[in-house]
């Protein structure tokens, strides 16, 4: 069975850090794509990054370039965002998906999110 | 980036009645579409990718049609836990973009 559980949330202030992490677990993790969408409270879903099997490859949404980093280990099965410079926008139920194979970025598996608000 | 319009953004119905939610994208898409359902608290399952194709597991009474930049979501006899917020989402170019979304409620 494919899991995804993220973890790493929580309250931050406006300009702080956080690091979230996910642990796949039910399939080969190494050999998909995987990507982090987000949902502010009570919005609409939306793609934050994506990042190839060997991590050689990232794309990220306008407004979390330069601030935000996807990465990933293969040999821990797990997947990462960093996420500096934050701002109140950022608040959002934080997702990591599996890409499936079919198209670059279709979303076969979510996590169960994990919350980030950013507030003083 | 290619935009996402969703109509209705929310509707009452009924169990037993046919419902149907359209998705425009702001240029064509050929049928990179898919479909999410989302229910309160809970992360959105994918329900139907390639605009019409209904991954395994998922009940025959969704379905999903059009190419381009207009396309359809059919729910054919709702059932009551069918009432949920459905996305549409393309997949042909970055950044993929989602719907706002159609709240189905009772």
């Known amino acids: 069975e494919v899991q995804l559980v993220e973890s790493g949330g929580g309250l931050v202030q406006p300009g702080g850090s956080l690091r979230l992490s996910c642990a796949a677990s039910g399939f080969t993790f190494s050999t998909y794509w995987m990507s982090w969408v987000r949902q502010a409270p009570g919005k609409g879903l939306e793609w934050v990054a994506n990042?190839?099997?060997?991590?050689?490859?990232?794309y990220y949404m306008d407004s979390v370039k330069g601030r935000f980093t996807i990465s990933r280990d293969n040999a821990k099965n797990s997947l990462y965002l960093q996420m500096d410079s934050l701002r109140a926008e950022d608040t959002a139920v934080y997702y990591c998906t599996r890409v499936t194979p079919y198209g670059s970025s279709l979303f076969d598996y979510w996590g169960q999110g994990t919350l980030a608000p950013v507030s003083s | 980036a290619i935009r996402m319009t969703q109509s209705p953004s929310s509707f009452s119905a009924s169990t037993g009645d046919r419902v149907t939610i359209t998705c425009r994208a702001s240029?064509?898409?050929?049928?990179?579409l898919a479909w999410y359902q989302q229910k309160p608290g809970k992360a959105p399952k994918l329900l139907i990718y390639a605009a019409s194709t209904l991954p395994s597991g998922v009940p025959s009474r969704f379905s999903g049609s059009g190419s381009g930049t207009d396309f359809t979501l059919t729910i054919s006899c709702l059932q009551s836990e069918d009432f949920a917020t459905y996305y549409c989402?393309?997949?042909?170019?970055?950044?993929?973009?989602f719907g706002g979304g159609t709240k189905v409620e009772i």
């Open positions: 989402q393309q997949y042909y170019s970055y950044p993929p973009t």
């Open positions: 990042i190839n099997q060997d991590g050689s490859e990232k």
């Open positions: 240029q064509g898409i050929n049928t990179n």
